[in-house]
C-alpha cells in the first residue's frame, strides 16, 4: 500500500498480513511471560521445573532477537548508518547509501537525519543476512509507524538496493530501486548519477575496507596463537 508522506513523497507501509504478524509475535511473547510467571510460582526446584525455566528463558531471548525490538534513534552517521540510545551501531540492512566523502553522500545523510532521528524506532532482524556487519555494526530493518525506512531511502532515490548480499527483501528492494530511477527521484535526478554508481562499486570492491582496527586485532591474535600452538607442539 501507498499513501503519501509529509514531504509529498509515497511511502510504503507494511501490509495487513505483516500487522497480523507482529500481533502475533506479541502475544506470543506474552504467553511466554505468563508460562515463565506460573512455573516461576508453582514450581518446587525439582530439576524438572529448572529445566522447564531454562528453556523458558532461552526461548524468550530468541523471541527478542527475532522480532526485534525497539529504540530511539540518537545520531544519523550517513545514509545507511546510525546510532541508538544506548550508543549501538546500527546498518541499514539491504541497502547502500552513498559515503559522506562521496558525491551526494551528505544529501542522503540528511534525508535519513529527516525520517527517523529523534525518534523512536522498531529494529528488525533479517533471516538469511549476518546479525552483525565486519565492523560490528547490528544489521537491521528499521520500522516507523508501519513504514519500512530502508525501502522508503530506495524509493526515495538516497541509496541502492544493496544485491550483493542475498536478504529477505531482496526482490522488493529491487523493484523500489526501479521505480526511484523510473521517476528520477534523488539521486537518479542527479547528473553525476552515473559517478555515484562507480564510485559505490569501487568501495564494495575495495579490499582494504577489510582491515578495520577491531578484524586486524582478531585476525593477530588468532595468528599469534597458531605460532604458538605450533611451537610448543614440536618443542615436545
Known amino acids: ?10 511511502t510504503l507501509t507494511i501490509q495487513k498480513s505483516e500487522k497480523k504478524g507482529i500481533d502475533f509475535q506479541r502475544k506470543f511473547f506474552f504467553c511466554e511471560c505468563v508460562l515463565f510467571g506460573n512455573i516461576g510460582v508453582s514450581g518446587n526446584g525439582s530439576g524438572h521445573s529448572l529445566m522447564k525455566q531454562s528453556f523458558l528463558i532461552i526461548l524468550t531471548l530468541l523471541t527478542l532477537n ?17 546510532e541508538t540510545e544506548t550508543g549501538e551501531k546500527v546498518r541499514l540492512v539491504g541497502i547502500n547509501a552513498p559515503e559522506i566523502r562521496d558525491i551526494f553522500g551528505e544529501e ?17 532482524a533479517d533471516h538469511i543476512s549476518s546479525d ?19 525501502k522508503q531511502m530506495v524509493l526515495d532515490g538516497y541509496a541502492f538496493a544493496y ?32 559517478a555515484i554508481k562507480k564510485e559505490q562499486a ?14 586486524v586485532i582478531v585476525t593477530a591474535s588468532v595468528l599469534l596463537l597458531l605460532i604458538a600452538g605450533i611451537y610448543y607442539y614440536y618443542k615436545k
Open 108 to 124: 542522503a545523510k540528511q534525508h535519513l537525519i529527516s525520517l527517523i532521528e529523534n525518534k523512536t524506532v522498531d529494529l528488525e
Open 202 to 215: 569501487k568501495n564494495d570492491n575495495n579490499i582494504f575496507s577489510y582491515f578495520t582496527f577491531k578484524n
Open 1 to 10: 500500500m501507498k499513501k503519501k508522506s509529509s514531504c509529498g513523497l509515497p
Open 132 to 150: 552483525r556487519d565486519r565492523y560490528g555494526r547490528l544489521l537491521r530493518y528499521v520500522i516507523l509507524n508501519n513504514t519500512d525506512i530502508n
Open 163 to 194: 544485491l550483493k548480499y542475498h536478504f529477505d527483501k531482496e526482490e522488493e528492494y529491487k523493484q523500489a530501486e526501479l521505480f526511484s530511477k523510473q521517476e528520477n527521484k534523488g539521486i537518479w535526478n542527479n547528473q553525476q548519477s552515473e
Open 66 to 82: 527475532c522480532f526485534g525490538t525497539t529504540t530511539k534513534v540518537t545520531r544519523v552517521i550517513d545514509g545507511d548508518t546510525f
